[in-house]
């Protein structure tokens, strides 16, 4: 880590780590952690894993939705909105934190997110990644324990030393998760990118109705 990469500790508007509410979560969350940045990152990894519920729907196309201190308040969000509020939470810990993207197939997608997406691709899935131990260390902390257990999967754990991706097999040996294509990594959500790509990949007539069913709610 050299000075240039402050941008990695320093607030930004979604990923407001600044922010009153993110501050005293993340010090409540890491206050038996003692110093070591790998307990702390390992503690706030489980808290947004598991107290942050995953939630496919949720809305996606303003930098409001991806806010950090939004979605530790709304307790929802999907992968993007979750590594969003991980990665402010490491920042508030003087963790150097940032975001990235993949492309992922996913195999067991229930029929219903199907015929949501019209496809079993998620595209720009998000991971939260920590500057641990010398190294960059990915985390993702999207489906939460509940949620692996109805869906048969068991639930990433994380150690602060090793990526922690999606597997690519669930508990009955069914293929789950195939990761396509990396997208990089950036210091806040590149909400506008994300919205083109998923235009791309889903049609903008699909995210068109996604947005205007949002609103209607």
């Known amino acids: 880590m050299n000075h240039m990469d402050k941008k990695y500790l320093d607030p930004t508007q979604i990923i407001n780590s600044g922010h009153k509410t993110i501050i005293e979560y993340a010090n409540d969350t890491v206050i038996h952690a003692g110093e070591d940045p790998v307990e702390k990152a390992v503690k706030l990894y489980y808290a947004v894993r598991d107290d942050i519920w995953y939630d496919p729907y949720y809305p996606f196309y303003l930098p409001d939705h991806y806010r950090a201190s939004n979605v530790l308040k709304s307790g929802r969000g999907f992968c993007i909105s979750k590594v969003s509020l991980l990665c402010a939470l490491g920042r508030a810990c003087n963790i150097p934190s940032r975001v990235g ?14 015929e949501f997406l019209g496809s079993d691709l998620f595209v720009y899935h998000g991971v939260t990644e920590f500057y641990l131990g010398g190294k960059w260390v990915k985390a993702t902390p999207a489906f939460n324990e509940d949620l692996c257990k109805k869906q048969k999967l068991i639930p990433l754990e994380f150690n602060g030393r090793e990526d922690s991706i999606f597997q690519t097999y669930n508990m009955e040996k069914k293929e789950f998760m195939e990761y396509l294509e990396f997208h990089g990594t950036f210091s806040d959500i590149p909400v506008d990118i994300i919205l083109a790509a998923w235009e791309e990949a889903y049609g903008k007539d699909r995210v068109r109705k996604w947005i205007d069913d949002l609103e209607k709610v």
Not at 101 to 114: E, M, Q, S
């Open 101 to 114: 993207f993949a492309t992922v197939r996913n195999h067991l997608a229930t029929p219903k997110l199907i």
